[in-house]
């Protein structure tokens, strides 16, 4: 069955970076495309960024330019670079497979979630 496992996650200060993977299994990673969403307490969960598996990559407008999605596809494994981080940052980070042929930053097109790692942001 389809397994998604997130890690990387931890406290860091404000300004700091982290690189969060996500490790994918009983399927075949290089055919779908895979997103990072994130969930901090209270608020709705966000879409942060997407890969397609051609290598195309999606934004949200409050990551651009400090968040970096990337795949390997020879070690099944999905990174989420994030530089300069802020308080706001604050949230569980999950990765999901996208159900085949969709692609973006709703989380309506995917259909397998991780258990998500958190990352924690101090000013």
């Known amino acids: 069955q389809v397994q998604l496992v997130e890690s990387g996650g931890g406290s860091v200060q404000a300004g700091g970076s982290l690189r969060l993977s996500c490790e994918a299994s009983?399927?075949?990673?290089?055919?779908?495309?895979m997103g990072w969403f994130r969930q901090a307490p209270g608020k709705e969960r966000e879409g942060v960024a997407s890969i397609e598996r051609g290598g195309r990559t999606t934004y949200a407008d409050s990551v651009m330019g400090r968040f970096t999605i990337s795949r390997d596809n020879a070690k099944n494994t999905l990174y989420l670079q994030i530089n300069s981080l802020k308080y706001e940052d604050t949230a569980m980070y999950y990765c999901?497979?996208?159900?085949?042929?969709?692609?973006?930053?709703?989380?309506?097109?995917?259909?397998?979630w991780g258990q998500g790692t958190q990352v924690t942001v101090s000013s």
């Open positions: 009983g399927y075949t990673f290089s055919l779908y495309c």
């Open positions: 999901a497979r996208s159900r085949y042929g969709l692609c973006g930053t709703r989380g309506s097109l995917y259909s397998h």
